[in-house]
């Protein structure tokens, strides 16, 4: 009888266009740091929050063949925008030619399944990309999972760049964040559930809050997509047999590393030292 090839186990695989996506892995290795993870930020082409399906569909699809080819089992689009724009496809479309095996899930469905329990009014305001808005997935899960609920999005296209030009928490913030706020409250006053639907957002929370009244809860998504990627790999132990566990964090950019250790500082408590790459064009 043939001898049956074991395919090696590897680390878990975390993608970003950027940096808000070091949010989400700081909140699952807090949570499950035995495991090995990678990750990758595609600096070069972000933001993706105003760019085509197509880009980000294609985009998305190079960074997870380039985690498929560093051993990853299971990659985690830590990107609204991807995980709006191209989850869907790549799972239905790519993933049985690519490794039927392996596994690519988002950080929508995580915060979409927690709402249920912490809104009293059933009514939720998003807060996200222009892409991510646009895309109406939030509307999309939520409807599927709480048709009770009704959803209000609003785009924030300037909160990226003042998270990553480092505004976020300076008096010229105040702005923007009570802009939209107040459109997104104005539009549905019943709402008492804020998502914060893009991963930069947290580093303006302190500012959200402020603006916000007293009644309504802003939920970060990093901690309920770490719960939910642990229940994945409980439940799932074929595809948690594949992850090693080390302890490590290896950090890539397609862009600079000298300036991705720099920016990462605003979301992760320690020094890093990330490794420039890129992602080929099919």
Known sequence: ????????????????????????????????????????????????????????????????????NRGCHLVILACNTASAKALRTIQ????????????????????????????????????????????????????????QLSVTGEACPMWVPLVENREYDKPGA??????????????????????????HYPLLMNKIIHFVPDNVRVIAQGEYVAVSLREYLLRHPDIEGKCTKKGSVQYFTTESPEKFNQQASLFLNEEIEAHKTTLEKR
């Open 174 to 199: 105040d702005y923007f964040v009570k802009q939209h706020l107040d459109h997104l409250l104005a539009r549905d006053p019943q709402i008492d559930t804020i998502i914060l639907g893009c991963t």
């Open 1 to 68: 009888m043939k001898e049956q090839s074991v395919t090696p186990a590897g680390a878990i695989g975390i993608f970003d266009s950027g940096y808000g996506g070091l949010t989400v892995l700081s909140e699952i290795r807090a949570l499950m740091p035995a495991y090995d993870y990678i990750y990758l930020g595609d600096n070069a082409r972000a933001p993706y929050g105003n760019r085509s399906f197509e880009s980000v569909y294609q985009f998305t699809l190079e960074a997870v063949e380039w985690f498929f």
């Open 92 to 147: 239905q479309i790519n993933l049985p030619a690519l490794d039927p095996q392996k596994r690519v899930l988002g950080v929508i469905r995580p915060t979409a399944e927690c709402v249920a329990i912490l809104s009293q009014s059933r009514h939720i305001g998003v807060l996200g990309t222009e892409g991510t808005i646009q895309s109406g997935s939030y509307e999309i899960e939520i409807g599927k999972l709480h048709p």
